[in-house]
C-alpha cells in the first residue's frame, strides 16, 4: 500500500531512507532548508575549488550499493569511488608520521619503525576488534526499540569488555604513547572522546579493514548528487529552501508539516533527518512529551563541535608530507580533549585533521592549485565563545602553524578559503548547542539508550540521522535509514 512520506532533511540518513521507500513504491518527498542536497556533507564551492562540508571518510561502500540496487541501477552510473591505501598518515607533535594502512602487514612494518615490540600486540588488538566486529555489526542495521533488545547483547559486551573506553582498550595491547593514541583515534570520527567512548565502537576499525577507506571522485557532493539523482528517477521529489518550522500532529500521531513560510504539506508519515534533540526541542512545541521534554533533552550528553577551514592555493604542494587524510596530534592530547569535552572551554592549542582531496583528484580544485580541508575539534556553544570575534582569529592561528609546519609561504599563496564553526553547526545545520555530530557515543546513549529511530512520543514519526541509532558516521546513518525503513514497512503491512 503506497504511502504520502515526508522527510525533513537530505542528509545521507533522510536520503538513503527516502531512496529505500521510493524504490519501495511510495510517494517521498524531501524539504531541505538549504537551497542544495547533503545536510553535513553539502558541498562549497569557492573560486573554481570544491570543498565537502562534513564527511570525508568513506568506508562500507555496500551500504550505497544496497540503495541502488533497490532500484535496479549501477552505483557506477552514478558516481566513482576510488579506494585510498593509507587510509590515514598520523602525525606527531614533532611531525614524524605513522602510515594507517590497510593490509596488517602493511601496519605491522609501520609499528616496526616505532617500537618492534608493539607488533605482537597490535596483532591482539586487531583480533580483538574483529570479534567486536562479527558480534555487534549484525545490530548496526537493526532497532532498539524495546529493552529486551539491548539485554541481549550485554553479556557480550562483558565477555568482550567492550564497555570501557577505547584509549583504555588499546593500551591493553599496545605500550608506546604515540601508537596507543594511533589505535584508539576513531571514536573522533563520530564525535565521541578516545578516553570514554566505549571500546564496542572499535568494530570502525573493522568496517575500515573489510571495506576499505574510498574517496569519490568529485568529493562527497559527487555522493550526494548521485543519491539526489537516483532519488529523482525513482519519482521522488525535492523542495529547497523550505525551512521546516513544525511537525503536524493529529491526536497521538505525527500528520505532516508547517513551514517558515506558513505551508502546510500532510503526510501518512513523516521522517526527521534534522537533529534529534533540535527535532524535539523546537519542531514539537505544542506536544507534551513524555520522554523528550526539553530538561531532558538539557541533561544529554552531546558531542564536541568542529572548526573546519576550506582553503584553496594558487600552487600545488607535492613535495608536503602530507597525504589524502591527515591527522596531526597535539603533544597535550588528553587534556586538550579534556578542555573540550569535560571543561567545555576553547583551549589556545589545537589537534588537526586534514583533508587533502588534490592528491588524489586534480578535478577537485583548478588546474595547477591545491584543494584542503582542516577540521580541528571545539567545545560546543556551551563555552560560551564568541565566535563572531574568535572565528578569524582561530583560523589565522591554524594557517600560521600549518605553514609553519607542513606548507610553507601558505598565507601567500591563499586564493580561495571559507569556514564553518559551531554557531554554524547550531544556526544552519540546526544542530543542537552547535554539537557537530549531534548525541554523544556513550555507553549510556548507544542502542536502546539512544533516541529510537521509531518515536517514542508520536506515531508515524521516524528518526534517521547522527542522533538516532546506531550513531554517527556515514555507515551509521545510512544505517538508520535502513533500519527506519523496515520499521515504516512493518506497520504498513500490519
Known sequence: ????????????????????????????????????????????????????????????????????????????DYFKLVPLDPFYRIFDHNGKYFDYFHKIEDTLSEIDRWNPNDKSGYQKFSNQTRKIFEKFHPFTDRPFIKFIDMVKIIPDVIRLQAFGGTYSFASRFISHPFLKRVFSFHPLLIGGNPFDTPSIFTLIVQFEKKWGVHYAIGGTGAIVNGLGKLFSDLGGVVHFNSEVEEILTDGKRASGIRLKNGAEHNADVVISNGDVAFTYRYLLPNLKKKKYTNGHIDRMKYSMSLFVWYFGTKKKYDTSSFQHHNIIVNERY??????????????????????MPSKTDPSIAPEGCESFYVLSPVPTLDSGTDWEKMAPIYRDRIRDYLEEHYLPDLKANLVAEHYIDPPHFQNILNSYRGAAFSVKPTLLQSAWFRPHNKSEELEDLFFVGAGTHPGAGVPAVLASGKIATNLIEDIIRK
Do not use: C, W
Open 1 to 76: 500500500m503506497s504511502k504520502k512520506i515526508i522527510v525533513i532533511g537530505s542528509g545521507f540518513g533522510g536520503l538513503g531512507a527516502a531512496i529505500r521507500l521510493a524504490a519501495n513504491g511510495h510517494q517521498v518527498e524531501i524539504f531541505e532548508k538549504r537551497d542544495k542536497l547533503g545536510g553535513r556533507a553539502y558541498q562549497y564551492e569557492v573560486n573554481g575549488f570544491k570543498f565537502d562540508g562534513g564527511p570525508t571518510v568513506i568506508t562500507a561502500p555496500y551500504m550505497f550499493d544496497e540503495l541502488f540496487d533497490l532500484a535496479g541501477k549501477q552505483r557506477d
Open 334 to 355: 588528553r587534556e586538550l580533549l579534556s578542555d573540550i569535552f569535560n571543561k567545555h572551554i576553547l583551549p589556545d592549542d589545537f589537534s588537526l585533521y586534514l583533508h
